[in-house]
């Protein structure tokens, strides 16, 4: 079936008890078992260890994302927690992109490194800075393509090549894109992981999170994870997904278009200094942007002739843009990464990869792209 097909119908059935044409929120800690011999005939327990509501949305996530299981878990992070947890023991080391959602950097250097687990952060972008940091104790590498603020491209394929031949892991963080513009798996990728809160969700109502697994070996050490560390999507939130999810072609397709004119627009502005959008023949790694995935994505970039005192005062007096955390809604949302949500990345190292003081984020919603434009322009002439 094409994505759009199964971003509607895959993993749910009316359901049998009432023909309910959405999935039922099954709301319930615990399933009754009709004997002792015939404990888990229907397939579930208690709803840590599985919920047939996040039943249906992980199988509809490995669908689309080509894997041949998926899990569902609370959050994001969440979802990298389980994949590091599920891979790496004490003694280990893993390679991890140097530009990444602040949090992973977090949960990699503050808490996983206590457990004795060591990471390198390489520049995922140069395969050579790869090959040369992966050591004998490597187990994992763990990319995130496009990069979260910067946008930096990892080559799936070229990594994946690396991982294969030294059989390690390739995790790729594929929460920028969604499977519906980069499929890491068909790149040679092992698992994907993704913030469900974006793009899947689409409409800023959940945090979740999930990782698709390409084998079955890996699948069953995450899915064991999820429950023994208790880290499972609720049933509502589940839900709610798999409403979001069948939109999600048409919202990230129409989110794109925007940011596109919207970098332009940016581009051509006398008061912004530079412009970072991969849909722009001037982003550094066009082409890889266009050989990797079917689309660049709705996020975009850009800092303000003035520093940081000039990109605070566009932030405060836009009307449109949201100054607010998160990214993939149909709301537009502009975020300051220095001091959001990469705050918890040392100064020094943020600057070594580029996330600059004055770097304003922005995601792109699905909202008139001229009212989106107008609101930048009047925030841009009252610096
Ligand atoms: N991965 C990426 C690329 C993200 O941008 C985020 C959050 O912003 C996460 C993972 C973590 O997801 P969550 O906030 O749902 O825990």
């Known amino acids: 079936m094409g994505f759009r097909t199964d971003q509607i119908h895959a993993g749910v059935v009316p359901d ?3 023909g309910a044409i959405l999935t039922p929120i099954h709301q319930s800690t615990t399933f009754v078992q009709p004997s002792v011999d015939d404990y888990m005939a229907k397939g579930y327990s208690y709803s840590r ?3 047939p509501t996040v039943s249906a949305l992980q199988e509809r996530l490995a669908v689309l994302e080509g894997g041949t299981g998926a899990w569902a878990f609370a959050t994001g992070m969440a979802a990298t927690n389980a994949v590091f947890m599920a891979l790496l023991n004490a003694g280990d080391h893993a390679v991890v992109s140097d530009v990444a959602y602040g949090g992973t950097y977090r949960l990699a250097t503050k808490v996983f490194s206590r457990f004795g687990v060591e990471f390198t952060f390489a520049d995922t972008s140069d395969l050579d800075a790869v090959a040369a940091a992966v050591t004998d104790r490597t187990r994992l590498i763990f990319t995130e393509t496009p990069a979260n603020p910067t946008l930096k491209y990892t080559d799936i394929a070229g990594v994946s090549n690396i991982a294969t031949s030294r059989g390690i892991p390739h995790a790729v ?5 969604t499977p519906y513009f980069q499929r890491p798996l068909e790149l040679g990728a092992d698992l994907v992981v993704h913030s469900t809160t974006k793009y899947f969700d689409g409409h800023n109502a959940t945090v979740g999170g999930a990782v698709v ?3 079955e070996d890996s699948s069953e050490a995450v899915g064991f994870v999820q429950n023994a560390a208790g880290l499972i999507m609720s049933p509502m939130v589940a839900w709610l997904t798999l409403q979001g999810s069948k939109t999600l072609s048409e919202r990230i397709e129409r989110q794109s278009a925007n940011a596109q004119a ?4 940016l581009e051509s502005h006398p008061r912004v200094d530079s412009v970072t959008y991969p849909g722009l023949a001037s982003f550094p790694q066009h082409d890889l942007a266009v050989k990797q995935a079917s689309g660049f994505g709705a996020m975009a970039w850009f800092e303000v002739e003035g520093g940081v005192e000039a990109g ?4 405060r007096s836009l009307r449109l843009w949201t100054l607010a955390e998160n990214l993939g809604s149909v709301e537009s949302l502009i975020t300051h990464p220095a001091t959001m949500t990469h705050s918890d990345v040392e100064p020094e190292e943020r600057l070594r990869v580029g996330i600059t003081d004055g770097l304003v984020r922005i995601s792109v919603g699905m909202e008139d792209a001229e009212d989106l434009i107008d609101d930048l322009a009047r925030g841009l002439q009252l610096l």
Do not use: G, Q, V, Y
Request: aromatic fraction near 10%.
């Open 16 to 18: 049998p008890a009432t």
């Open 49 to 51: 260890s599985a919920n």
């Open 173 to 177: 963080d594929n929460t920028f894109l």
């Open 213 to 215: 697994c390409r084998d």
């Open 262 to 265: 919207i970098a332009e627009f």
């Open 312 to 315: 605070k005062l566009l932030m």
